[in-house]
């Protein structure tokens, strides 16, 4: 049996092949769709100043079509998804050298076997714990690309409490997946979608957004988190019960499992180290959330009069930093976290060069899927596929447009990985459809976050989903026949909840 896994795991593809094949199966498609127009309207909803050529190609009576992707699109798609990609890359290098340094500290292995043991026999609330708090993140600010960071911890953690590495990746990817699936408050999706509905007049209900966003967030938290802890007690009943494949039990024992002491040492020093890695995460957190947009109703001269002073450090505001400013304070707290450790200056560089490194096939994987939305940009396919959604909703009755307009936006979604984006380019035509059909826009808004959220579950065009597998050494593959059973559950959970809504506001 065990010579037959071996086999299969072999015969794999990567996630690296999966997204090359992704890639050229976009550029062929747009190759047979070539010259396919592409309805005015869906040009005319776009952001002028994003899209101004395209727009003033319709506003001079010419008609905007799918462009056919060139040999040189492929060849190109993933330089060009390293610079499309730059800041993200940025702070994944930046973070992984500051986990590397503190791993060579000892303190967060030593912090770990603490934590384990205060938790003996309750090793499964921690998962309930980490996953709510992630749902938070990913609900008030959108937390997806931030996690990648955590991988490293939370894997060692729950090796360590007996599970697998499939535990670790459920507690943050399905956690923080959650929150943002059941967006309030995120400005990356209901901020953002609200702003798009506005931009073509019709003012957006914030209260229904809210109330049906916490529902969607609160009931998939939920469904995920007993679906974890499940599949958790499994494992920690016997280890056999994994559905990871022998080779990456091999590589989950070499990384994560080796016998050591549970009695480790936990010193003063370690603890200051632990103090500053929380505090480095504090910050992370607080210089994301949309204090312009939460606390100040976006005016910006009132957020800056509070929040200016906060630029010293990176010339950016706390609530104005993003993936370039994180990757600069990572790699400050790396270096402080050596200070504090007493660690030699050619031992600090070393260790940090090392931790990066060991993320460099995360930064790949997130060039390589940012390069298939960069040759769906180009090509235009992108707007044919959301043309021909708007047109197959039109006229259908109320109990089939609320599944069928989720299904389109989970594949929009699968097309359009960034939550922002899609908002900006599919809410300026599915909003207005809604209220021309009479349904509720804000309902629709709730409808794209809930399936954008659910299809970035297992997207491969997700840098978030395959990088942070590739951070916890699971096969994609691995992933996607355990997540199966909770997508689909989540996904009929949602579907109910968002026609009664759509039936009831």
Known sequence: MT??????????????????????????????????????????????????ELVDTVKNGGTVAVQSAKLSDFIMAIPKGFQDASDLIIFIFGIGGFIGVMMSTGALEAGI???????????????????FLFSLGGTTYGMAEETI?????????????????????????LGAGAGVLGSTINPFATGAAMSSLSAVGITPNATTVMIVG???????????????????????????NTELTPSEIEE????????????????????????????????????????????????????????????????????????????????????????????????????????????????????????????????????????RASQMLSGVPTFVFVPLSYL?????????????????LSIPVMGPLASTLGFNPNIMIMIFCAACGLINFITPTSGVVMGGLAAAKVEYSTYLK????????????????????????
């Open 3 to 52: 010579n037959v896994k071996e086999k299969k795991k072999k015969n794999s593809l990567s996630a690296f092949s999966i997204l090359m094949i992704l890639l050229a199966i976009v550029c062929l498609f747009s190759v047979f769709l070539n010259g396919s127009p592409i309805s005015s309207k869906i040009i005319d909803a776009l952001d002028p100043e994003k899209y101004g």
């Open 113 to 131: 076997y603490h934590l384990v043991g205060k938790m003996k026999g309750r090793e499964s609330k921690l998962i309930v714990i980490l996953m």
């Open 149 to 173: 960071g955590f991988y490293p911890l939370i894997t060692a953690a729950m090796v360590v409490a007996g599970f697998d590495t499939l535990v670790a990746a459920g507690t943050v990817l």
């Open 214 to 240: 916490a529902i969607l967030w609160l009931t998939t938290v939920a469904a995920v988190i007993f679906f974890v802890i499940k599949y958790a007690q499994k494992v920690k009943e016997n280890r056999a």
């Open 252 to 387: 989950m024992n070499e990384n994560y499992g080796q016998e050591k002491d549970q009695g480790l040492e936990f010193t003063g020093t370690h603890k200051a180290v632990l103090g500053v890695f929380a505090f480095s995460f504090v910050i992370m957190i607080m210089s994301l959330i949309s204090y312009v947009d939460i606390n100040f109703k976006g005016d910006e001269d009132a957020y800056l009069a509070a929040f200016g002073w906060s630029d010293f450090l990176t010339g950016q505001p706390l609530g104005y930093w993003y993936f370039a400013e994180l990757g600069a304070w990572f790699i400050l707290m790396s270096i402080i976290i050596a200070i504090v450790a007493h660690m030699g200056e050619k031992n600090y560089v070393d260790t940090f060069i090392a931790g990066a490194a060991d993320l460099l096939s995360v930064a790949l994987i997130i060039a390589v899927a940012r390069g298939i939305t960069v040759v769906m940009n180009s090509t235009h396919l992108d707007f044919f596929i959301l043309d």
């Open 408 to 424: 389109v936006y989970m594949l929009l979604s699968f097309l359009v990985p960034s939550t922002s984006g899609l908002a900006a």
């Open 482 to 505: 355990w997540v199966k059973k909770p997508f689909f559950v989540v996904m009929i959970l949602n579907i109910v909840i968002l026609s009664i809504c759509m039936a009831i506001f």
